[in-house]
Nanobody, 121 residues
C-alpha cells in the first residue's frame, strides 16, 4: 500500500507560479517506479500533466512544456511540480500518481486526494 499526500495548491493570478508537492508513504514493501501529476478540470477527463521515472526521465503534456517542471527525490519518495506562467486553462484539481511494483511483481497505481489549482484571469 502507498499513500500519497499532495500540498501546494491554491489561487494564483494569470502568469503566476505555484509549486505542488507530493509525499509517498509506503506501508508495504514496494518499488515506486514512475511518479507524476495529472489534472482534471470540471466537465473534463483526467489528463496527464507530467511524469518522471526513477531514472529521471520526464514526460510532459504539450500544453505545459516550457512552463512546468517536474522533479523527484527518490530517496524521500517525493515528487514536485513547479508551475510557472500559469494560465486560466490550467485551473483544475491536480492529482499525484505513483506507479509501483510489489514484491510479487504486481503493478499497481496509486492516487492522491487531489489539490485544487485555480488561475484567475
Amino acid at each position: 500500500q502507498v499513500q500519497l499526500v499532495e500540498s501546494g495548491g491554491g489561487l494564483v493570478q494569470d502568469g503566476g507560479s505555484l509549486k505542488l508537492s507530493c509525499a509517498a508513504s509506503k506501508t508495504t514493501v514496494v518499488s515506486i517506479n514512475r511518479m507524476g501529476w495529472y489534472r482534471q478540470a470540471p466537465g473534463k477527463e483526467r489528463e496527464l500533466v507530467a511524469t518522471i521515472t526513477t531514472g529521471g526521465s520526464t514526460n510532459y503534456a504539450d500544453s505545459v512544456k516550457g512552463r512546468f517542471s517536474i522533479s523527484r527525490d527518490s530517496a524521500k519518495n517525493t515528487v514536485s511540480l513547479q508551475m510557472n506562467s500559469l494560465k486560466p486553462e490550467d485551473t483544475a484539481v491536480y492529482f499525484c500518481n505513483a506507479a509501483v511494483v510489489t514484491v510479487s511483481a504486481t503493478s499497481r497505481s496509486y492516487w492522491g486526494q487531489g489539490t485544487q489549482v485555480t488561475v484567475s484571469s
